[in-house]
């Protein structure tokens, strides 16, 4: 086994001297890793079923081997030292083992470094209320969850109560008390651990996934009962996440819902990660305040007009996903291919690049810009 632990050891620190984001472990070919969005693969030996089943076996902890063989794959985070914190997928294919560890940084960067839109500062200020981070997977979300935690964490004295699937940032208790919750390890459920936080006096409580019927009901009960509820959705753009989020519910509720929503909710923030030039990545967002107007088109199911409400909403801090990346192109942090790909108009947004490449712009094209050094 020593020889094997070695070999992860060696690998990991590549990770880490690269700034590399993923590393994919899997039967033959050589561990690949996922550099500024590119799969390389590492010049080493074709790992077989043997090597594989090993590296697993060094860093997998004993309860999540037993899992692997029940259910085919498990999920869980561990310290490489005190340089990296990794999460770790683990499952089967054509019955052997494949892996894949994602670095977790260990420091936690600002607003400004993640470009996150100014107003995210104001709105988890607020009292209480349900506050939306979307985006497909590996697009950031976590990340800009821990920078607002962290920030919450340096600047209010709040009790902070997280779930999550596995723990990936650790905070340490500052001006706020910060406690984690693994799902799994100190609870059985997302459910089960948000019923539980609203006897612990939180004031914001972190939930890892909406990923069901139970943790959605739940959330948004915790938001309009007085406490700040931060939640995740694998949804694109602001006006999908709402509908996405009514029609979880059989359609008797669904009335129901929309005005709890409609009362609950804070803001949406969408995001999705794109390869900056030279090298890195960058984030591209997208912002909903949830304005009086905004909580009414909710409320009367009248979703389909969000998108023109975000739009018309800059003075609130709002910018449309398609907005965010058209900026990226026109100040050159973003090859044209890659901002229409992240797109939810492909189409209009090329012809908006054609038109401002002709020196014709739209009222609206502003010089705003984000950044996302990885």
Not at 60 to 82: H, I, K, M, S, V
Not at 109 to 115: C, K, V
Not at 238 to 251: H, K
Not at 281 to 304: C, H, Q
Request: aromatic share 6%; charged share 25%; glycine share 8%.
């Amino acid at each position: 086994m020593a020889p094997r632990q070695l070999q992860i050891d060696k690998l990991l620190e590549t990770v880490v001297r690269e700034s590399i984001s993923d590393l994919h472990i899997t039967v033959g070919q050589p561990p690949v890793v996922r550099q500024g969005g590119h799969m390389v693969r590492l010049e080493t030996k074709s790992l077989d079923k043997e090597d594989t089943s090993a590296l697993m076996k060094s860093i997998t902890p004993e309860r999540n081997q037993q899992e692997l063989q029940e259910r085919g794959g498990t999920d869980f985070g561990f310290a490489f030292g005190d340089k990296a914190r990794f999460r770790v997928s683990v499952f089967k294919q054509r019955g052997m083992i494949g892996m894949v560890l994602r670095r977790i940084p260990n420091e936690f960067l600002t607003f400004e470094q993640l470009g996150l839109p100014p107003v995210v500062r104001e709105l988890i200020q607020r009292p209480r209320g349900l506050f939306l981070v979307t985006g497909p997977t590996g697009s950031g979300k976590t990340t800009s969850l821990a920078s607002m935690i962290n920030w919450m964490n340096n600047n209010l004295d709040h009790h902070i109560i997280t779930m999550e699937d596995p723990i990936e940032y650790y905070h340490d208790h500052n001006k706020s008390t910060i406690n984690q919750r693994e799902i799994g390890v100190d609870c059985a459920s997302f459910p089960d651990a948000l019923r539980g936080a609203l006897r612990q006096d939180p004031d914001v409580i972190l939930v890892g996934e909406m990923r069901d019927l139970e943790t959605i009901e739940a959330a948004i009960t915790a938001a309009e009962t007085g406490h700040v509820v931060f939640g995740t959705l694998h949804t694109t753009g602001a006006q999908g996440t709402v509908d996405r989020v009514i029609d979880v519910f059989p359609t008797n509720q669904q009335e129901q819902i929309r005005t709890q929503l409609a009362n609950g909710i804070i803001g949406i923030l969408s995001q999705a990660l794109l390869p900056r030039k030279p090298k890195g990545l960058v984030a591209a967002y997208e912002m909903l305040v949830v304005t009086s107007a905004i909580s009414n088109l909710i409320r009367e199911g009248k979703t389909f007009r969000i998108n023109s409400s975000i739009q018309t909403g800059r003075k609130f801090g709002m910018i449309l996903l398609d907005d965010s990346l058209f900026n990226l192109w026109k100040n050159g942090l973003c090859e044209e291919k890659d901002v229409i790909m992240k797109s939810n108009n492909p189409g209009e947004l090329r012809s908006r690049i054609e038109r401002a490449k002709k020196g014709v712009f739209d009222d609206d094209d502003d010089d705003d810009d984000d950044e996302f050094d990885d």
